[in-house]
Nanobody, 113 residues
Framework: QVQLVESGGGLVQAGGSLRLSCAAS????????MSWYRQAPGKERELVAGINRLGDNTDYADSVKGRFTISRDNAKNTVYLQMSSLKTEDTGVYYCNAAFGGWGQGTQVTVSS
């Protein structure tokens, strides 16, 4: 059974940092590109960052470039999102995605001013 379990969300002040984790199971993690998406209240889900299977190629939404870093540990079947210099507009539910269509349940990130 495919599972993607996000953790690490919470409430943080603007300018602060959070590190999200997504633990994967039920599939061969190292074979798939992984991504982080987010959905703000009243808005559509948007792609935040993606990482290829080997972890040597990443891409980011313009809004988070230079502030967020995606990484993965294939030995631990885990993908991470290090978020720094957080802004109030980063508030939303953050979802882990596997390229075959798997989704986690999401973790809430709230950035206060």
């Amino acid at each position: 059974q495919v599972q993607l379990v996000e953790s690490g969300g919470g409430l943080v002040q603007a300018g602060g940092s959070l590190r999200l984790s997504c633990a994967a199971s039920g599939f061969i993690f190292s074979r798939y590109r992984m991504s982080w998406y987010r959905q703000a209240p009243g808005k559509e889900r948007e792609l935040v960052a993606g990482i290829n299977r080997l972890g040597d190629n990443t891409d980011y939404a313009d809004s988070v470039k230079g502030r967020f870093t995606i990484s993965r540990d294939n030995a631990k079947n885990t993908v991470y999102l290090q978020m720094s210099s957080l802004k109030t507009e980063d508030t939303g539910v953050y979802y882990c995605n596997a390229a075959f269509g798997g989704w986690g349940q999401g973790t809430q990130v709230t950035v206060s001013s």
